[in-house]
């Protein structure tokens, strides 16, 4: 059985800084391509950071200097290091992985609130 357990959420003051954490287990982070994905109110779900197996990183323009992910192989985890935070980041982020054999999975989600 395939799990994707997000973590990190929280509140935070703008310019704060959160790191959102996804464990997986039952499928190899290595060979997948892992993501971030967020969706606020109203909104469409949008994907916020990406990389690949072979480590090709995406972002979002609005994230760009700002979030960083990065996966470390031997805790088969992804992670989302968001600095500079800002109140239009606020939404609640899933963590993805789309595994080697072309399947994808969803973490449940955690709240991102960004509020003075």
């Known amino acids: 059985q395939v799990q994707l357990v997000d973590s990190g959420g929280g509140l935070v003051q703008p310019g704060g800084s959160l790191t959102l954490s996804c464990p997986v287990s039952g499928i190899n982070v290595d060979t997948s391509t892992m993501g971030w994905y967020r969706q606020a109110p109203g909104k469409q779900r949008e994907l916020v950071a990406s990389?690949?197996?072979?480590?090709?990183?995406d972002y979002a323009d609005s994230v760009k200097g700002r979030f960083t992910i990065s996966r470390d192989r031997a805790k088969d985890a992804t992670y989302l290091q968001m600095n500079t935070l800002k109140p239009e980041d606020s939404a609640t982020y899933y963590c993805?992985?789309?595994?080697?054999?072309?399947?994808?999975?969803w973490g449940q989600g955690t709240q991102v609130t960004v509020s003075p």
């Open positions: 993805h992985a789309f595994s080697f054999s072309g399947r994808e999975y």
């Open positions: 990389i690949t197996r072979l480590n090709k990183m």
